[in-house]
């Protein structure tokens, strides 16, 4: 008899044991009931409706996620998120920093219905997530108060999907521009900053210190990655990507312009990437006065200024290659998690932080660009002295972004860049074989 | 009297398997069930993200593999690693465990010593050597003291994977060291005795005792060796940020199915490349196996 009870004893405890394990990840939906009323869709009265009495009165807790580059930006979006939860009392926003392989956490959360709310989108990726339907379209909630025309267009098409419908609003933007060192251009005997490309190879060969056959200080810190180099794929008439959305960079026009960057650095070796002096970025080799000149955005600013004071530099747009103006542009926009069950608290804090009242806020430090027209008017950055050449290269630029297909071609192309770049193979051969690799698995995948 | 024992046996194999309940359900649970779910994941094309949808593709995930250029480059990258790791892991291992199997003085600082790299995180580890690999680090400094040329030791793709290389062997050997030691420790003296009034020398002892009174041992070490060395990932990883690069000089096979799996999410393949994976190591075990027993029959 005993026996029997130990054994059944134990039998028990096994199912207590799994039922607990099993029982735990059930609890997290529980909260989501006090979700908006069913008509998620009705959107006519959720807009500036920060004060109507008929908001739901119930305490609504979104999450919002997204990265950050510093402490001071983070402080700076809780600072929005404050104002945005004074004005709307009824909802409390659950801020939560994702610092590594976004991309990852986001999609494996998303597979899980664990995603945030709202969440921070990078142009590049979002034609993949529209694909996949997992956002929400958010052309219906838009009124005639948040202002749509007031966007920069290509800032808002890039979160367009192909069905026309729009999946996301920018919350800032930055395009490239030339960051040089005034000291060293002073010492080289330089007035101003190159405007062409041959001025600046010029310029860079001036600049260039060895030390001994080492060189010290490079005249250009190149990145050799394409989110940096599409712009000049493009300088000579290449393409990207066809119309299918397979790669298509191999051309000779694609060629030529990246052969520039190869050729400066192998043959001029008047430029160098930062690993080739210890940095970890650009902004970094820059800083450390390692390099005289890079190509950076305007994230590179408040680095500068907060983590080498004594550093007198200027910025100028890049310079033109092949006689046209030509950068790259980033934006990061705001969208909504479709499997949301808070869909108009989350509209409402889309449109705070995207509206002109939050994003001046956001924007007012200098950490990031407004994609509003107004704002920028207000802010004044296209006469300021260090982000004036960053806001002109909005009109021609590039904006990182080619369908859902370019994750994998980036990945392909920096593999090979890197090879053409360190003088592994000729940049045709080894741009080649990127195209091939990448559009073998853009074909196996689909 | 024969049906109450029987019952009574009945009695005590189910209680028995109620003891092991747990056991079995863990390992069901987290072990088995997600073995077979990758094996039926590996004949689908599976979507995730969006509308969930499994779609059987019979055998097409791994046809896909013949054309994946990657895939090759992973695998020779990780048989390159492994043909490096683990004999010289397993020789840096049994020479540490005979040194200190000597009767030095301070021998437990040196034990205690020679097993830090082990206990020390792999990702802080990476990070450490990173540093030193790094064009302003540690490794260039004192080759420009000797007057020597430095080097971009992270940026090549030839040398890439030689520095997670020493790490791990520099890294892995203690853990192994320590077995070696446990083993030697067991050898008995009077064979060694024995031996040295036959005339043999110190090599000719460590060579004809040591060595092959430790050969299950060094079975254990080498098999062990070669699955941590075909599990490469957190290491190249962390060098490379994920990528694999600078022209997939690190990319490793376990690298390689993370990104088809969280990057491209596509499960399908990737659970049939972890299916290929560990097939590939079950052969170097079997092989491995018939090797050691055939001498163990000279």
């Known amino acids: 008899m005993q026996k029997k009870w130990t054994g059944w004893a134990a039998l028990m405890l096994t199912t207590a044991m799994v039922l607990s394990a099993c029982g735990g990840s059930s609890g997290n939906n529980s909260g989501n009931a006090s979700s908006s009323p069913s008509g998620s869709s009705s959107p006519s009265s959720s807009e500036g409706a920060s004060a109507s009495p008929s908001a739901p009165a119930e305490n609504v807790e979104l999450t919002l996620a997204g990265w950050t580059s510093s402490p001071e930006e983070q402080s700076l979006l809780q600072q929005v998120l404050d104002e945005f939860q004074a004005k709307n009392p009824t909802i409390k926003v659950k801020y939560e920093v994702i610092a590594d392989q976004y991309m990852d956490v986001i999609k494996t959360r998303l597979i899980g219905g664990e995603a945030p709310d709202v969440f921070y989108l990078d142009a590049f990726e979002a034609p993949g997530l529209i694909e996949k339907g997992v956002l929400e379209p958010l052309d219906g909630y838009v009124s005639d108060d948040f202002d749509l025309a007031d966007f920069e267009t290509p800032m808002v098409e890039a979160f367009k999907g192909k069905d026309g419908k729009t999946y996301g609003f920018p919350k800032d933007t930055s395009t490239l521009a030339l960051f040089y060192n005034k000291k060293m251009f002073a010492d080289a005997g330089i007035a101003n900053p190159p405007a062409t490309w041959e001025e600046l190879q010029a310029a860079a060969e001036k600049l260039t210190k060895k030390d001994g056959s080492k060189v010290s200080v490079y005249g250009l810190g190149q990145a050799p990655e394409l989110a940096r180099q599409m712009f000049m794929i493009q300088a000579f008439g290449g393409k990207l990507t066809d119309d299918q959305g397979m790669a298509a960079f191999a051309t000779p026009e694609g060629l030529k312009g990246l052969q520039l960057v190869i050729d400066q650095h192998l043959k001029a070796k008047t430029a160098g990437q930062p690993s080739d002096v210890g940095a970890g970025w650009g902004g970094e080799m820059f800083g450390q006065q390692k390099a005289a000149m890079v190509i950076e955005g305007n994230w590179a600013i408040p680095y500068l200024q907060t983590n080498f004071k004594d550093l007198d530099f200027g910025t100028a747009e890049v310079p033109t290659v092949n006689g046209k103006k030509g950068t790259m542009a980033y934006t990061v926009g705001y969208v909504m998690n479709k499997e949301s069950k808070k869909k108009d608290a989350a509209w409402k804090l889309i449109s705070y932080l995207t509206g002109k009242e939050g994003m001046k806020t956001w924007t007012s430090k200098g950490f990031a660009l407004p994609t509003r027209k107004s704002v920028a008017a207000e802010l004044g950055y296209d006469k300021d002295p260090l982000r004036g050449a960053l806001v002109a290269g909005g009109s021609y630029s590039t904006t990182w972004q080619a369908g859902a297909t370019l994750p994998t071609i980036m990945n392909n192309f920096n593999n090979q860049f890197v090879a053409a770049y360190t003088g592994q193979s000729t940049l045709e051969e080894a741009m080649k074989l990127a195209q091939e690799t990448a559009n073998s698995e853009i074909k196996a995948g689909q | ?298």
């Not at chain 2, 790791?85 to 034990?111: D, E």
């Not at chain 2, 020493?166 to 060694?192: G, H, R």
């Open chain 2, 1 to 298: 009297m024969s049906k109450r024992s029987g019952k009574l046996r009945l009695r005590e194999g189910a209680a028995g398997y109620a003891f092991m309940s747990p056991a079995i359900v863990v390992l069901g649970c987290f072990l088995l069930l997600p073995i077979l779910y990758a094996v039926f994941l590996s004949f689908h094309k599976v979507n995730l993200l969006g509308e969930v949808s499994y779609k059987f593709s019979g055998t097409a995930n791994f046809e896909r593999m013949a054309d994946d250029t990657r895939l090759w480059i992973a695998l020779r990258n990780t048989c390159k690693y492994a043909l490096i790791v683990v004999p010289s892991q397993t020789l840096l291992a049994l020479v540490l465990a005979s040194i200190l199997n000597m009767k030095l003085k301070f021998r437990n600082f040196f034990r205690v010593a020679y097993y830090l790299p082990t206990v020390t995180s792999s990702a802080v580890l990476v990070l450490i050597f990173m540093w030193i690999y790094n064009s302003n680090g540690l490794l260039n400094y004192l080759l420009d003291l000797v007057g020597l040329p430095t080097y971009n030791w992270l940026g090549d793709p030839n040398v890439a994977l030689t520095g997670i290389m020493v790490m791990n062997i520099w890294s892995t050997a203690p853990l192994f060291m320590v077995i070696y030691l446990a083993a030697l420790q067991d050898i008995p003296e009077s064979q060694y005795e024995a031996a040295e009034i036959d005339g043999a020398g110190a090599w000719k002892k460590f060579w004809r005792i040591t060595v092959p009174q430790l050969k299950p041992v060094t079975f254990y070490v080498v098999v062990m060796g070669i699955i941590g060395t075909f599990q490469l990932f957190d290491q190249s990883y962390i060098f490379s940020a994920g990528s694999g690069g600078p022209n997939n000089a690190t990319l490793t096979m376990v690298l390689l199915i993370y990104q088809y799996a969280f990057k491209n999410l596509d499960m399908g393949y990737a659970s049939a490349l972890a299916f290929l994976l560990a097939v590939v190591i079950m052969l170097i075990t079997v092989v491995q196996r018939l090797l050691f027993r055939e001498e163990k029959l000279n």
